[in-house]
């Protein structure tokens, strides 16, 4: 009895030794990034405080997207040319993440940020990052300027 015990474990260890190992775990893992093409801003586009700033963006993936994110952060070096009792700016930041529903292979991103009247006159970076559906993410990013460059 005990050897009867024995051969059937032995069967049912190799049975679940073969499962796993079969053809029709063929599956690859998706390790590729998704790709993103920032078309608006462009590098170094000037932006009015109070105005609008456009974001258009294409992102690519050779499976599925499932999200992205939008970022804007400070780039300034801290270099100023006005005293900070007479400056009311403030730093602007942006971030904001967003679901893609059906997890397409493409993405178009459109839409637009309202620049605050009061935003602090700098570089800034706007970053766009995306995940696809194998948690692989890649991000780009473009510099922009928020009011006017002043060349010295």
Same mark, same amino acid.
């Given at each position: 009895?005990k050897n009867i015990k024995t051969q059937l474990f032995s069967l049912l260890f190799v049975s679940i030794a073969f499962v796993s190992c079969s053809d029709s775990d063929s599956s690859?893992?998706?390790?590729?990034?998704?790709?993103?093409?920032?078309?608006?801003?462009?590098?170094?586009?000037?932006?009015?405080?109070?105005?609008?700033?456009?974001?258009? @963006?294409?992102?690519?993936?050779?499976?599925?997207?499932?999200?992205?994110?939008?970022?804007?952060?400070? @780039?300034?070096?801290?270099?100023?040319?006005?005293?900070?009792?007479?400056?009311?700016?403030?730093?602007?930041?942006?971030?904001?993440?967003?679901?893609?529903?059906?997890?397409?292979?493409?993405?178009?991103?459109?839409?637009?940020?309202?620049?605050?009247?009061? @935003?602090?006159?700098?570089?800034?970076?706007?970053?766009?990052?995306?995940?696809?559906?194998?948690?692989?993410?890649?991000?780009?990013?473009?510099?922009?300027?928020?009011?006017?460059?002043?060349?010295?």
């Amino acid at each position: 009895m005990k050897n009867i015990k024995t051969q059937l474990f032995s069967l049912l260890f190799v049975s679940i030794a073969f499962v796993s190992c079969s053809d029709s775990d063929s599956s690859e893992l998706d390790t590729q990034k998704p790709t993103i093409a920032i078309q608006s801003p462009t590098d170094h586009q000037e932006v009015e405080p109070g105005s609008n700033l456009n974001i258009k @963006a294409l992102l690519q993936d050779e499976t599925a997207l499932t999200s992205y994110k939008v970022e804007i952060h400070s @780039a300034g070096d801290g270099h100023e040319h006005r005293t900070a009792a007479l400056d009311n700016s403030i730093p602007f930041t942006y971030e904001n993440v967003f679901q893609i529903e059906g997890n397409p292979k493409s993405h178009q991103i459109d839409y637009s940020i309202l620049i605050p009247e009061n @935003a602090k006159e700098d570089h800034y970076h706007l970053g766009v990052f995306c995940i696809d559906a194998a948690g692989n993410q890649s991000q780009q990013f473009v510099e922009i300027f928020i009011g006017h460059e002043h060349n010295h």
